[in-house]
């Protein structure tokens, strides 16, 4: 499955969850790539003078960042995450990863400090996205970019395996073990969005919808790889929504 990043201090076994080494800290890089040039195509515009300060909130091990940093020169990405084990990991691959917390006492940067922010397979995992946005805002300058990426609730199985009775992919319904549903490993999934669901929940957070792409996920069986990345054309049935907005 996807693979959590953390910004918050989570509740109860959730600590330790995402404090246990042996959970994958991770996303895939094909999507990583084309999150980080559609951050590069829109950094490029007129409007963008100068080197642009990109914050990586929930970097985990920082192979986002890192990922992204060779389509970004010129700029500076610092990752950010609560968790102790996957900044140590993160600080072996990218110059700057720093502690800070989406909520509680929140991102240890000043209002407006950041032009851009990845925010990659994150907002799946929190109690409170909607306290997780609004820092997001605070921090963002008006008019900055946030990259946004997360399963698809709707990709084109999950909608096959519900008529069929089976929890859809990406779905969770323990932190021990895997019940009802394809996959092999637990990772923490605490929300999931349609396409129309994300683009309605940014856009109440105080955010301008930009564009919206599909990407495909590395555990879709080999034989059916191929169908996803053709699903990749239409996000609504692709296995990961990437959106662009812009804060207003």
Not at 81 to 89: F, M, T
């Amino acid at each position: 499955m996807t693979t959590p990043t953390t910004t918050g201090p989570p509740p109860g076994d959730l600590r330790d969850f995402y404090e246990n080494p042996a959970v994958p800290v991770a996303s895939g890089t094909p999507r990583s790539l084309r999150q980080a040039r559609m951050l590069a195509r829109a950094l490029s515009g007129p409007a963008t003078a100068g080197p642009q300060t990109i914050l990586d909130i929930g970097c985990g091990d920082g192979t986002a960042a890192a990922t992204a940093a060779p389509l970004l020169p010129g700029h500076r990405v610092i990752g950010v995450d609560w968790s102790q084990d996957a900044l140590r990991r993160a600080r072996t691959r990218i110059p700057y990863a720093v502690r800070g917390e989406l909520t509680g006492g929140g991102l240890p940067f000043a209002s407006g400090a950041a032009d851009a922010v990845l925010f990659s397979e994150v907002v799946e995992h929190l109690v409170d996205p909607d306290a997780a946005l609004d820092e997001i805002r605070r921090i963002l300058r008006p008019g900055g970019h946030l990259m946004l990426s997360t399963p698809n609730l709707a990709a084109w199985y999950n909608r096959g395996l519900l008529l069929a009775g089976v929890q859809p992919v990406f779905s969770e319904v323990s932190l021990r073990g895997i019940h009802g549903r394809p996959g092999k490993e637990v990772v923490g999934h605490l929300r999931l969005y349609t396409a129309r669901a994300l683009k309605e929940f940014v856009a109440a957070s105080g955010f301008t919808v930009e564009r919206l792409e599909g990407a495909p996920f590395h555990g879709v069986p080999r034989p059916l790889r191929p169908l996803d990345r053709l699903a990749c054309a239409r996000p609504q049935l692709a296995s990961i929504l990437l959106l662009h907005a812009r804060r207003t």
